[in-house]
């Protein structure tokens, strides 16, 4: 997420939800849409982004995308789309011809993302006719949602599916007795790095000059093209996502503080994982309690 564009659609994804975390992924329609807009615009009542959303659309394991909650054959209700069930609310009466499109959801699909620059894995929970357009709604496996024209998304056959390996994303969330502007020092600054390090790297097969090219103090080893990064304060919450063409892997790190109780939340996502899950779980978890130790220093 380095080059302008990326960083344009981030802040939009942003405004669009006053702040994609805090689990509020209503979208109204208000303005007309074009239909001669051209395939690579994002539509008019969408188009977001919001890979942070974590609260609203948590991860998804991938033999478990049948069971997430969806609409079928009606419209969503505007409570629909702000408890994770839905995403694009419409209003009927301005918008008397909208409709659902005969589509069971879910339903997996590719989508390639051009912010992170790869065809990403998405499970489609709305599909929605307006104004001479088609569009859906869907969530990312990894956390966060986003939406896009009909066909921009390719759906995969049963056999396609059968094919996908069991895999599961560790989850993890841990509260700091600290703000976040000490925490993302220690995420994030390299002289941090030697304490953190060994938890991850037991062995010291990481090549010296690792960091230089990491945003954060943290790598997985089996990780080895790098398609994104991201890592800035948006809207009042900090937040670090790495995007991986192996296995289609992701590091999501975000900081929600809250100002009352000067606590901060740091929830982590990171995976899908095979046969090694547990092991990166419990270091992970590790990892985060010596974040949580080196940040009330």
């Not at 969503?76 to 005969?102: C, H, M, R, W």
């Not at 066909?151 to 996908?164: G, Y």
């Amino acid at each position: 997420m380095k080059t302008k564009i990326i960083n344009v659609l981030m802040v939009l994804c942003l405004i669009s939800f006053t702040a994609c975390s805090q689990n509020k992924p209503t979208k109204e329609v208000e303005v007309q849409t074009n239909a001669k807009q051209i395939k690579t615009e994002p539509h008019t009542y969408g188009g977001w982004y919001c890979p942070d959303n974590l609260n609203g659309f948590p991860p998804v394991d991938i033999q478990n995308w049948k069971n997430v909650p969806v609409v079928n054959g009606r419209m969503a209700t505007k409570e629909e789309t702000q408890n994770g069930t839905s995403l694009i609310f419409v209003d009927t009466k301005k918008y008397p011809n909208a409709k659902v499109l005969d589509i069971k959801l879910p339903k997996l699909a590719n989508y390639y993302n051009e912010i992170t620059r790869r065809n990403d894995l998405i499970i489609v929970i709305q599909a929605i006719h307006i104004n001479n357009d088609s569009i859906v709604g869907f969530r990312y496996l990894n956390g966060g949602n986003g939406s896009a024209r009909l066909n921009e998304i390719e759906f995969l056959s049963d056999n396609e599916i059968k094919n996908i390996p069991n895999s599961k994303f560790v989850t993890y969330s841990i509260n700091i007795n600290s703000s976040q502007d000490n925490i993302w020092k220690v995420l994030t600054k390299k002289e941090y790095t030697a304490e953190l390090q060994p938890i991850f790297d037991k062995n010291n097969l990481l090549n010296k000059d690792w960091r230089e090219v990491s945003n954060v103090n943290f790598h997985y080893n089996n990780d080895k093209i790098l398609t994104s990064q991201f890592a800035r304060k948006l809207f009042g919450n900090f937040y670090i996502q790495n995007d991986y063409k192996n296995a289609l892997y992701n590091e999501k790190f975000l900081l929600l503080e809250n100002l009352v109780s000067k606590n901060t939340e740091l929830k982590i996502v990171c995976g899908p994982f095979e046969d090694d899950y547990e092991n990166q779980k419990n270091i992970l978890i590790e990892w985060a309690s010596k974040v949580k130790e080196l940040s009330k220093l």
